[in-house]
């Protein structure tokens, strides 16, 4: 299992919980695995064409994705992972 720390914008749709435990073996995996388990989640961390939102921003073990291989990182038991979504500023 992995730990999925849900951000608070995001927990309404897991009912309320601030981190949720799944098996999934990539980043691709999990979203489809929360979406499963947590309609509408999908929907907020993807766009369209199904790649990740520019203003979400996912670690595993605080190493973000954008430096390992993206949504094809993989996972393995006792990760953690964190959605952070980006603060807009200016």
Request: aromatic share 4%; with cysteine.
């Amino acid at each position: 299992m992995i730990k999925v720390r849900i951000p608070t914008p995001l927990r309404p749709l897991t009912k309320n919980q601030g981190e949720v435990d799944i098996a999934a073996a990539t980043i691709a995996n999990m979203v489809e695995t929360l979406e499963a388990t947590y309609p509408g989640i999908k929907a907020r961390l993807c766009d369209d064409s199904g790649e990740l939102r520019r203003f979400v921003n996912i670690y595993v073990n605080e190493e973000d994705i954008r430096f390992l291989k993206g949504k094809d990182t993989a996972l393995k038991a006792g990760d953690e992972v964190s959605i952070v979504p980006a603060i807009a500023g200016g």
